[in-house]
């Protein structure tokens, strides 16, 4: 593309997340409140009944898992703390190897951008580490860390009416 073409280009574009992984949700949550004033955050239990069609390098995911999830808004931005707990994850792995901090920057797609956009970055070599459905929020984990050295999120990211005994905000008042 040319410069013109990739402004263009980004222009439409829409970022919406950086997420980091930790090992202790709640001691994140609390530095980020204390340090840079970012909160509240609401807080998530994904596992396998919430989470629906949860592939890893496109297998189904038949075991159980879980992971915790804070989120918060910023402006425009939303950020998004992840805490593995257990089952077969990409968030644990990449815990062990990277350790804690930046896991990913999430793009938002519309529903029906999300085959033709899996398709062109398949395309580049691209794959899917990980994909799941937690009502109509779609979540697609590409595989870009050995091209970008950081991994990108596609989803579509929806409002979604959570029922209040589903999650917990820190901080608690």
């Known amino acids: 593309m040319t410069n013109r073409e990739l402004t263009e280009f980004n222009k439409k574009r829409k970022i919406c997340q950086i997420s980091v992984i930790t090992?202790?949700?709640e001691k994140t949550m609390k530095k980020w409140v204390e340090y840079l004033g970012i909160g509240p955050w609401n807080v998530y239990s994904f596992d396998e009944n919430?989470?629906?069609n949860l592939k890893v390098h496109g297998?189904?995911?038949t075991e159980p898992f879980k992971f915790?999830?804070?989120?918060t808004n910023?402006?425009?931005m939303q950020f998004e703390i992840i805490q593995p707990v257990y089952g077969p994850t990409i968030y644990e792995k990449f815990l062990k190897e990277?350790?804690?901090g930046l896991y990913h920057i999430k793009e938002k797609i519309g529903n029906d951008e999300i085959d033709s956009s899996?398709?062109?970055y398949e395309a580049k070599g691209i794959g899917i580490a990980q994909t799941g459905w937690?009502?109509?929020d779609v979540h697609i984990v590409l595989d870009s860390e050995p091209f970008l050295d950081f991994i990108y999120e596609l989803g579509n990211s929806p409002v979604i009416d959570v029922p209040a005994e589903m999650y917990y905000t820190y901080p608690r008042e």
């Open 23 to 25: 090992r202790d949700v």
């Open 50 to 52: 919430t989470v629906k």
């Open 59 to 61: 297998k189904s995911v």
């Open 68 to 71: 915790i999830v804070a989120l």
């Open 74 to 76: 910023v402006g425009d």
């Open 98 to 100: 990277k350790g804690e």
């Open 118 to 120: 899996i398709k062109q």
């Open 134 to 136: 937690f009502g109509a």
